[in-house]
């Protein structure tokens, strides 16, 4: 898919924090907005990011004093998830991991953008800070008085799917507008799901790079011959079910009916491809064949360009690139948001500033 930019001579500047290999940053440069700094401390995520997008800082966000980043006009961070993520143990904002958003705090504290955006997993919104209080509500209170200026800031659950995504993939978004603005944010209307099946994602010819699979475990491979294409574990004949799905499968009810190896079939909208790429919790088997998704194909599902790269001749640790998809912001759905805050933010003419502060 190809998005025409804005034609704007003076492109809102893009701080990006958390940027990982680069999807959310990849939407938002489509979308029109120039980035004047981006940081990750993986550096597998430097090796993508670089190869594809540029310059990236590879510190460690802890260690960057916010003079060393320059100004800009919005702040994006998917601070890391685990700490929130259903699967995690939940300590949220008091588990170290959590503190990196304090460190976002203070960075926008001292740059005071015109628009921030969080990205991160739904789990965040059944979190709890020790306090008691709500995740959500600490984030939203806490950009409320930031300076004693502060952000209006809403937020919502999104599914990628409705925003041109062929995924079903569900995430938290805050979007944060300067109070001064006298704006608040809606988010984008949600989009026809035409053409999102993975029959139309599918079809990659030889010509494109990354066709790579991480080969699936022997006990993997066993239960994909058992399960049809649209089927699941629960399709797996219980003499060839390992020890532990037995135990499961004894007894359903007590472990909630789990949907381990789903394989969605052409006709579906794939689930959400997970940082641990594992056939057990996330759909990562292809339909008809019995492997893994590519690089590539996952790339696809997460609306990567097909020139964006990833595997080069220094850069080969396929798991790792598993990851770093699974860890990204949908292209397209970070274009959508970002185009709208675009709309609504930087081209409003009835923009006025109470005060200008930078
Ligand atoms: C969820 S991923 C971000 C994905 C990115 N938004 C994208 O669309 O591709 C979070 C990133 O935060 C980075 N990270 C975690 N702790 C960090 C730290 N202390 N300093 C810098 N980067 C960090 C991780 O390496 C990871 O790439």
């Not at 500047?13 to 939407?27: A, K, N, P, T, Y």
């Not at 509500?137 to 995504?165: C, F, P, R, W």
């Not at 699979?213 to 079910?241: C, H, R, T």
């Not at 640790?317 to 609504?344: C, E, F, R």
Request: charged share 25%.
């Amino acid at each position: 898919m190809t998005h025409s930019q804005p034609n704007l001579m003076n492109k809102p500047r893009h701080i990006s924090l958390f940027s990982g290999c680069g999807g959310l940053d990849l939407g938002f440069e489509q979308a029109g907005f120039k980035r004047v700094w981006a940081n990750d401390f993986d550096s597998d995520a430097q090796a993508v990011y670089s190869l594809n997008l540029g310059e990236i800082d590879k510190r460690d966000i802890v260690t960057i004093i916010e003079d060393e980043i320059p100004d800009g006009d919005i702040l994006t961070a998917g601070f890391p998830c685990q700490p929130f993520s259903n699967a995690g143990n939940r300590k949220g904002i008091m588990d170290p991991r959590g503190m990196l958003y304090k460190e976002c705090l203070r960075i926008i504290k001292k740059k005071m953008p015109k628009a921030i955006l969080f990205e991160n997993v739904k789990g965040l919104l059944s979190t709890h800070h020790s306090d008691g209080r709500n995740i959500v509500d600490v984030i939203k209170d806490d950009l409320s008085k930031i300076n004693s200026l502060g952000y209006n800031v809403t937020h919502e659950l999104v599914n990628a799917s409705d925003y041109e995504v062929p995924q079903n993939r569900e995430r938290v978004l805050f979007v944060g507008i300067r109070k001064d603005l006298n704006l608040s944010f809606e988010f984008p209307f949600k989009l026809r799901k035409d053409q999102l099946t993975l029959r139309h994602v599918l079809s990659v010819t030889k010509d494109i790079p990354d066709q790579i699979d991480w080969p699936l475990s022997p006990q993997a491979s066993q239960m994909v011959n058992y399960i049809p294409e649209g089927g699941s574990w629960k399709d797996v004949p219980y003499e060839f079910l390992a020890p532990r799905f037995r135990k499961i499968r004894d007894n359903m009810k007590k472990y909630h009916s789990p949907n381990f190896y789903r394989r969605f079939s052409r006709n579906e909208i794939c689930g959400t491809i997970t940082a641990s790429a594992q056939p057990e919790n996330c759909g990562i088997i292809h339909p008809t064949k019995n492997r893994r998704f590519t690089i590539r194909e996952i790339a696809r599902i997460q609306t990567f360009p097909d020139d964006f790269k990833f595997i080069t001749k220094t850069n080969r640790d396929i798991v790792a690139m598993y990851k770093l998809i699974g860890n990204a912001v949908p292209v397209t759905l970070a274009y959508h948001i970002a185009l709208s805050i675009m709309k609504q933010v930087f081209k409003n003419p009835k923009q006025k500033l109470k005060r200008e502060l930078f």
